[in-house]
Each structure stands twice: as structure tokens, then as C-alpha cells.
């Protein structure tokens, strides 16, 4: 099993920059294929941002390239995201996912096995 941990939602303004972490535990002798999805009110979870086990290959949504950056801890069991120039719209709860069978999970939520409980994200205007 691998547990999964989200840290460093809070509130703050638009414009404003904030830096999520997720700390992955259990299986951690295994590779991790990590990624960012997002679930809004009202709205159905979607897709922000993802990297593969080893840091080399990452992807984005539209709405969010130039502005937020996935990378990975050192010890590879670990990812971040950081969000520059927040918009009132990325407000959402940020949820961290993982997979240890594939070398990329890709942008798709079915590509990953394991999830956080997930992190609020609130931009006021």
C-alpha cells in the first residue's frame, strides 16, 4: 500500500504564489509516477499536472502552463507543485496521485492507484 499526504493549501490572494507538497510512504522501494489533479465545487475533478518516476518527462493543463511547476523531492517519494500568479479560478481542493506500476501515469485520473485526501485551495479576487 502507499499512503499519500498533501500539505500547503491555505487561502491567499489573486496573484499571490503557494507550494504544495505530497509525501508518499509505504511501498518506498518502489517508483512512483506522480501527478496533481483538482476538484472544484460544482465541477468534476480534473487534471493539472503530472511527472513520471524519474522527474525527466512532465505535462500540464492549458489552464495552468507558465504559471505552475511539478517537480520531485530528491528521494523521489515526494512531488511539488508550485502555483505562481493564482487566479480565482484555481481555487479547488488539490488532490496528489500515484502510481507504481507505469513510468508515467499520463493526465488521466484512471492512471493512477493511489490518492491523497487532498489539500484546499482558496484565490479570493
Known sequence: QVQLKESGGGLVQAGDSLRLSCAASGRTTS????AWFRQAPG????????????????????????????SRG????A???????????????YYCAATTTRYYGGSASV????????TQVTVSS
Open 79 to 93: 512531488v511539488y507543485l508550485q502555483m505562481n500568479s493564482l487566479k480565482p479560478e484555481d481555487t479547488a481542493v
Open 111 to 118: 492512471g493512477y492507484g493511489y490518492w491523497g485526501q487532498g
Open 31 to 34: 517508483n512512483y509516477a506522480m
Open 43 to 70: 465541477k468534476e475533478r480534473e487534471f493539472v499536472a503530472a511527472i513520471s518516476w524519474s522527474g525527466g518527462s512532465t505535462d500540464y493543463a492549458d489552464s495552468v502552463k507558465g504559471r505552475f511547476t511539478i
Open 74 to 77: 530528491n528521494a523521489k517519494n
